[in-house]
């Protein structure tokens, strides 16, 4: 069975820092992936999708980026960490076909002071 | 643009009491529609999701959803709410294109009430 790993679960990180967050898929290949931030009373902003490697499409343009060097691994990075990029950070995937629903990771949750 | 909405930011409803939480979309061709539950401090887990042919679809932990087309709606019902319903409740759509990720709505936190 497929699953998905996502850590750390939470970060504590102060403002000006680099970020990493990884994601990882198991039992699949070539799936799409996509990360979302999820903020208090806003429900769920996508930030990036991949449909495979190398390939990254981007929602909202900001201080954030995503790469996938490996056919099952979504990295979600910051050089620079901002206040505003607190949040709960979910990675997500599907199968590489029409209309999956998504699923997800436990997710992590980022404090930037 | 597609968008959802879900009217109800919270809701509490007695235990043992029926439930049904509001979502409507907007979107230019057939719907993909989904239900997603999530705890706190947790992923999100899929409900139930509606595709094409019966527009009642049936899903975990005794949920129910009915896609009105004419009403642009798929509103998510449960018989009777057990306190373990407890949790944020979201609406998505998606479309039918490989790769497009799913929009969704800004959720409804349901609280159960002994």
């Known amino acids: 069975s497929q699953t998905i790993h996502q850590w750390p679960a939470t970060l504590v990180q102060p403002v000006g820092s680099p970020l990493s967050l990884e994601c990882t898929v198991e039992g699949t290949s070539n799936p799409n992936l996509y990360w979302y931030r999820q903020a208090a009373g806003r429900g769920l902003q996508l930030l990036f999708y991949s449909v495979g490697i190398g390939q990254i499409s981007s929602e909202v343009p900001q201080n954030l980026s995503a790469s996938r060097p490996q056919d099952r691994q979504f990295i979600l990075s910051s050089k620079k960490l901002l206040l505003s990029d607190s949040g709960f950070y979910l990675c997500?995937?599907?199968?590489?076909?029409?209309?999956?629903?998504?699923?997800f990771g436990n997710g992590t949750r980022l404090t930037v002071t | 643009a597609q968008s959802v909405t879900q009217p109800d930011i919270h809701i509490t409803v007695s235990e043992g009491a029926s439930l049904e939480l509001r979502c409507n979309y907007s979107y230019g061709a057939t719907p993909y529609l989904f239900w997603y539950v999530q705890s706190p401090g947790q992923g999100l887990q899929l409900l139930l999701k509606y595709f094409s042919g019966d527009t009642l679809v049936q899903g975990i932990k005794g949920f129910e959803a009915e896609f009105k087309r004419s009403q642009s709606s798929f509103n998510l019902r449960k018989p009777s709410v057990h306190w373990s319903d407890a949790a944020e409740y979201f609406c998505?759509?998606?479309?039918?294109?490989?790769?497009?990720?799913?929009?969704f709505g800004k959720g409804t936190t349901l609280s159960v009430s002994s």
């Open positions: 997500a995937w599907s199968p590489g076909i029409g209309n999956s629903p998504l699923h």
């Open positions: 998505a759509v998606g479309a039918y294109q490989a790769g497009t990720a799913l929009i």
